[in-house]
């Protein structure tokens, strides 16, 4: 069994499709309440990891120790057209106690009083936020969010990344953020993941480090040598 | 399905910036959808009264309407009527029931589509027609050989409808079925079914129809009630007045189905309809 504040243990885990092995012997360990982000080109598998640490994927090899119904959140809100926002956040759960606490999810992501309304009468934003909430409700142990803000404008964008840094304090679960942008990774992760090889090439600690320093080093991982905004 | 109408009123306004405009305008499409029924009605009568066509031929509306008068005051037409309704409902309600049942069966099972669908597609390629004589040997001439030959025509469609239905379900929706930890019944509930319901809608509204026509061919059969006899009657008599009669009742009792999934849709799945716009206009 892991530790009790470890969220979850990943030791060298494999996964190809066909002959081509895109996770080739990776080892990680998110804790609890820690937030780590996960940077890496296009196509260098960071989906694939997050697909198989939510069990929607399996695994050629190693082992994954971590809960077996880690929460989601996915790039699309993926909401229920037919069911009103209460029941998509209680979604698996929609008894009396399921309803209050759909209630108190949506009055977190700041949806307060909009329990009977349509996903069609929201903005992106909005359902991205009905999607938090459904993930958050569950008291998950690990939070897997695969860019999740990829699809919204810069300012609501911002204004996500604070919320879900806010809820994250408050709930304590261990997340993993697949993200393309290297600020948002910088602004909002306690750990920041590089991703190369099939492998975690790299490991960055936010606390303490100069921002503009940290974004810099990662910039030359993920191969962008010249940084047109620093100039 | 899950809300009052109260409750769906309140939601509907904030989101609808001028819901008396829509109204209107919903009106005028809907005269407007009439103007080539009634005008063509007009037309004809026109024709009639100038003796342009003979009565003979083509009876004036008005005719029409007088004979469809005495047939409803003698209780003819009632008669008639609603044995032919009689019959294309218990069909409706038999072969929809078995047509849905052997979708959900087909849609959610290989071994099921493996062990039926290639039966059910064979039976469907049989028209009517060659099943008649069949029918009299099985079930006499009595009314269960008509509800059999109308359940058949209804379960095709409900049947390919149900199992495309299923099959075509998001399979994102399906992933975050597995992600929240669904059971396979709930997702069925949840997420199979409501995901399905426009598609099968569209179903019930063709077979709908389909059981209001299928009588035709199985008044047919010797028998002294229905629609369908009574056109074959006026056509031993030469009593085109009352051909023409059948031939609008049908046109008018057919557009009947069109209309209900419509309703249906809007008062039971509130949230398909803009969503799923394709899917919805279908139905509508
Ligand atoms: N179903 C599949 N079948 C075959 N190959 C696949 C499949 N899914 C992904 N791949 C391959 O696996 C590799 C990793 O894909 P993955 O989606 O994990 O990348 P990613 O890091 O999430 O990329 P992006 O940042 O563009 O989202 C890619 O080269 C892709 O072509
Ligand atoms: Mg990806």
């Not at chain 2, 049942?101 to 669908?117: C, K, N, P, T, W």
């Not at chain 2, 077979?207 to 229905?226: H, K, N, Q």
Request: aromatic share 6%; net charge positive; proline share 5%.
């Amino acid at each position: 069994m892991s530790a009790p504040d470890v969220a979850v243990t990943v030791s060298n885990l494999r996964r190809r499709y066909g002959e081509r092995v895109v996770i080739d012997g990776l080892d990680l360990t998110i804790r609890k309440g820690e937030f780590v982000a996960l940077l890496g080109e296009s196509g260098c598998g960071k989906t694939t990891l997050l697909r198989a640490l939510a069990g929607l994927d399996p695994v050629d090899g190693g082992h994954i120790d971590g809960p077996t119904q880690p929460a989601v959140v996915f790039q699309e809100h993926r909401l229920l057209p037919w069911a009103p926002l209460w029941r998509n956040v209680a979604l698996g759960m929609e008894t009396a106690v399921g309803r209050a606490k759909a209630e108190a999810a949506l009055q977190e992501v700041g949806l307060a009083g909009r329990e009977e309304d349509w996903p069609r009468n929201l903005s992106g934003g909005q359902a991205q936020r009905v999607a938090l909430a459904r993930a958050l409700v569950r008291e998950p142990r690990l939070l897997l969010l695969d860019e999740p803000f990829a699809a919204l404008d810069a300012l609501t964008r911002i204004k996500m990344q604070a919320l879900i840094r806010e809820l994250v304090a408050r709930h304590r679960p261990g997340v993993l953020l697949v993200t393309h942008d290297v600020d948002e990774a910088v602004a909002i992760a306690d750990r920041i993941l590089v991703m190369r090889g099939g492998e975690i090439a790299a490991s960055y600690l936010t606390d303490g480090i100069n921002a503009t320093a940290l974004r810099g080093k990662l910039l030359r991982e993920l191969g962008v040598e010249s940084d047109s905004r620093a100039a | 399905m899950t809300m009052d109408l109260t409750d769906r009123r309140l939601l509907r306004e904030p989101a609808d910036p001028a819901p008396r405009r829509v109204a209107n305008r919903e009106l005028q499409l809907l005269a407007l959808s009439w103007l080539a029924p009634v005008g063509i009605l007009l037309i004809w009568e026109a024709a009639s009264r100038a003796g342009l066509i003979t009565a003979q031929v083509l009876p004036a509306p008005s005719s029409v309407a007088r004979t469809a008068w005495n047939l409803i005051s003698s209780g003819e037409l009632p008669k008639h009527l609603g044995a032919s309704l009689l019959r294309a409902v218990a069909g409706f309600a038999i072969g929809g029931t078995i047509g849905f049942i052997l979708g959900v069966l087909v849609g959610f099972s290989r071994v099921a589509e493996a062990l039926l669908d290639r039966s059910i597609q064979m039976i469907r390629a049989i028209p009517s027609l060659a099943l008649l004589p069949l029918v009299i040997v099985w079930f006499g001439v009595d009314e269960s050989g008509k509800i059999f030959l109308v359940s058949l025509a209804v379960l095709f469609p409900i049947y390919i409808n149900t199992v495309l239905s299923i099959r075509q379900v998001d399979p994102k929706l399906l992933e975050l079925a597995r992600v929240t930890g669904l059971s396979r019944l709930e997702t069925v509930r949840r997420i199979i079914l409501p995901g399905a319901m426009p598609s099968i809608l569209t179903g019930v509204r063709y077979s709908l129809a389909t059981a209001w026509l299928a009588p035709v061919i199985a008044e047919t059969i010797a028998t002294t009630r229905g629609i369908g006899f009574l056109a074959m009657d006026a056509r031993e008599f030469l009593q085109t007045n009352v051909i023409i009669l059948t031939i609008l009742i049908y046109a008018a009792i057919g557009v009947g189905p069109t209309v209900l999934p419509g309703i249906w849709n809007a008062v039971c799945w509130p949230g398909i309809q803009i969503t799923r716009k394709g899917a919805a206009n279908e139905c509508a």
